[in-house]
């Protein structure tokens, strides 16, 4: 299974990735698009 991130759709050969949980899910985001989760900012 490929690994990508929920919110920009990069895949894990492209960037580095962190689990987490977004709306009860468990989901991978990676270090570009964190600050935007954490932030709040889409």
């Known amino acids: 299974m490929e690994i990508k991130c929920?919110?920009?759709g990069t895949s894990e050969k492209e960037k580095v990735y962190l689990p987490c949980i977004h709306e009860s899910v468990e989901k991978?985001?990676?270090?570009?698009?964190?600050?935007?989760?954490?932030?709040?900012v889409h």
Do not use: Q
């Open 28 to 40: 991978f985001v990676c270090v570009r698009c964190l600050p935007m989760l954490i932030h709040g």
């Open 6 to 8: 929920f919110i920009c």
